[in-house]
């Protein structure tokens, strides 16, 4: 298990979440920083947890568990309809 991989990986998935969370946050009310912390959060425990269950399946992490926990992590944050045109 690469240590460095994963920090550099979950840190990049942290901006996705963040940039993604921010405007919502605007909309409703809260404050940025507020709402980029849930969002940082959220996205940090959400890799936790697919790490964590890679981890219980075998009790390994390889480079190809953190391919397909991090390529999941792909287009979440896109609308499906957007795609069929």
Do not use: C, W
């Given at each position: 298990?690469?240590?460095?991989?994963?920090?550099?990986?979950?840190v990049?998935?942290?901006?996705?979440?963040v940039s993604?969370?921010?405007?919502?946050g605007?909309?409703v009310?809260?404050?940025?920083w507020?709402?980029a912390?849930?969002?940082?959060?959220?996205?940090l425990?959400?890799?936790?947890?697919?790490?964590?269950?890679a981890?219980?399946?075998?009790?390994?992490?390889s480079?190809?568990?953190?391919d397909?926990?991090?390529?999941g992590?792909?287009?979440?944050d896109?609308?499906?309809?957007?795609?069929?045109?």
């Open positions: 298990m690469n240590i460095k991989s994963i920090t550099k990986r979950t990049a998935y942290i901006v996705l979440k993604a969370t921010l405007g919502g605007f909309v009310g809260v404050e940025v507020q709402a912390a849930v969002a940082a959060f959220v996205g425990m959400e890799v936790a947890e697919e790490v964590s269950r981890y219980v399946q075998d009790g390994d992490v480079e190809a568990d953190l397909e926990i991090f390529n992590f792909d287009g979440v896109e609308d499906p309809e957007l795609g069929d045109r």
